[in-house]
């Protein structure tokens, strides 16, 4: 009967903590996943940006590591995150716009930034999907609005366009942060 009684005691433990364990595992799995990030110049002013895991209130999560895939305007990378902080190997020369990608369990995640560089400081402003489509709808309106601003609004049209593909927001670019964008909203 004692030999009984141990051994179910023992199959009662043993199955216990391979439960615990298993807990333990579905735990750490949902922690490492990147769902939010920001960006933000380089402490180390070399440059280079910092990309940040956050939270959805864009907190950074400081306990965040681990190597994630990202895709940099259009480029893979891998990403190492220590203590909730990645940095790109490519050091950015000039104002150029931005554009991380990740991809996981939960969704795409990807933003777009334009990077203003003064000196050696780097400026990062996140650019929303919704500004992409207002200021050119906006112009066209204005110029249909009023007949005699036609010429001046295909003008400011044709400057934005102009200074956007110069600066690296191309045409793939600008539908990839609309659709994240849309698909923000579902």
Known sequence: MKILT???????????????MAQNEAVSVQQIALNNFVVKENLLKNNK?????ADINDKPIETFNGTFQFSINGFQQELKFNDGVAVPAQ?????????????????????LYYVYKKGDNLSPYKISWLFLILVPLAIIVL????????????????????????????????????????????
């Open 49 to 53: 940006i910092a990309i940040i895991a």
């Open 6 to 20: 141990r051994t179910l005691l023992f199959c009662l433990l043993s199955l216990t903590a391979a439960l615990a």
């Open 91 to 111: 050091p950015i020369d000039k104002s150029t716009f931005l554009y991380l990608r990740h991809e996981n369990e939960a969704g795409t995640h990807g933003k």
């Open 143 to 186: 110029a249909t609005l009023f007949k005699k601003f036609i010429i001046i609004g295909g003008i400011i049209l044709v400057a934005f366009l102009i200074f956007n593909s110069k600066n690296g927001l191309g045409i793939p670019t600008f539908f990839d942060t609309v659709v994240d964008g849309l698909k923000g909203l579902f």
